[in-house]
């Protein structure tokens, strides 16, 4: 039997694709090992799965003064060693890693054991961790076109992010019953989630009244985010979480607002739903964000609002628009070769195992 250990951590975008993957690798007969933080998300997630778990202990890796930075080398280092001893123990014939600090001690072990490794990025330019595993790595694989640019040339390869099945499965008339509507109106679902969508959070109810007109919103919010001032207004609903009937509400979406985390707008791009992106500002991240929808606009897949020009009217002319050329945006993400992610990784896994 081939075996896989996968790894990946710290947000949800560094194992949502390889929760995505393991229904395939189960398939083609692959036993699964997972190497995680101690205490990161990816625990919970992984072990749901019914995915064997090993923790390793691991440091963040900082561009910025903290003296945090003269002792986390040191968890770098005991994570090394770690993994050394797990890789020793399952003897895996490939590592496929999805980013994150851990993921750095797990890329350096399975180097020095001359266990081939397979990684991922999701954003445009490589992160802090991706930078470091890329020499460990023997193909590094990507979602964006111009990302190929920031990657070695023998390595790089143009995938896509890897897209749970389960999410486009979903039923229109299931959603549509689940947010209480009855179809009349298109719908427009907005994902803010964390608290950095706090400012397209505070938009969406300032326009409600603009907007409800003309569409029925489903706004996830995030934790603590819902408006008990609005609760019960017609044509409009709040999740703070949304679980497995996620997928229905898409189904029912015919447009929507997100930022631009780049494995949301993957999923959003498989589901060939017309989308407005708003990034993060520099001021709030490295900047990924604002390529990834540069990316997207460039391929026709999205329309951008920058947050520093977003005003209640560009924000209600933008949505309109989107709708009025939502077809274009279909046609174009339809064309989209970024398609079957998870086949293309799974059998470049399988290639590596067979060399």
């Not at 101690?38 to 997630?45: A, H, M, Q, S, V």
């Not at 986390?72 to 496929?96: E, H, L, N, W």
């Not at 708003?278 to 999205?302: H, M, T, V, W, Y």
Request: proline share 5%.
């Amino acid at each position: 039997m081939k075996k896989i250990i996968l790894t990946g951590g710290g947000t949800a975008g560094h194992v949502t694709p390889n929760l995505a993957l393991i229904p395939e690798l189960r398939e083609k007969g692959f036993e699964i090992l997972y190497i995680g933080s101690y205490n990161g998300i990816e625990k919970d997630l992984i072990t749901e799965a019914g995915i064997e778990y090993r923790p390793i202990s691991s440091g963040k890796l900082r561009r910025y003064f903290d003296i945090k930075n003269f002792t986390d080398p040191f968890r770098v280092m005991r994570g090394f060693f770690q993994s050394r001893r797990i890789m020793k123990a399952f003897r895996p014939d490939v590592v496929f890693s999805k980013g994150g600090f851990v993921a750095v001690p797990v890329t350096l072990a399975a180097r020095t054991l001359r266990v081939p490794v397979i990684s991922h990025e999701s954003d445009m330019t490589p992160g802090l961790a991706n930078k470091l595993a890329m020499p460990s790595a023997t193909k590094i694989c990507c979602n964006f076109p111009e990302t190929l640019n920031y990657l070695p040339k023998d390595k790089a390869v143009l995938t896509g992010s890897p897209i749970r099945k389960e999410l486009l499965s979903g039923s229109r008339e299931e959603g549509l019953k689940e947010a209480g509507f009855d179809g009349q109106k298109p719908v427009l679902l907005v994902i803010g989630g964390s608290l950095g969508a706090v400012h397209i959070n505070d938009m969406v109810r300032k326009v409600l009244g603009r907007l409800l007109p003309d569409f029925d919103i489903i706004h996830i919010c995030g934790k603590g985010n819902v408006s008990e001032e609005l609760i019960g207004t017609p044509g409009y609903v709040q999740y703070e979480y949304v679980g497995a009937k996620l997928r229905d509400l898409f189904a029912a979406a015919d447009i929507m607002v997100s930022r631009a985390g780049a494995n949301a707008i993957c999923e959003i791009l498989a589901l060939r739903k017309p989308n407005l992106l708003i990034p993060l500002p520099k001021s709030a991240s490295r900047g990924d964000q604002i390529l990834n929808a540069g990316s997207f606009e460039k391929q026709g897949f999205s329309k951008v609002l920058f947050e520093e020009d977003m005003t209640e009217d560009s924000f209600i002319s933008s949505v309109n628009e989107l709708w009025r050329d939502r077809e274009s945006y279909i046609r174009n993400m339809e064309s989209s070769p970024l398609s079957d992610a998870v086949g293309k990784i799974t059998t470049l896994i399988e290639e590596t195992c067979n060399r």
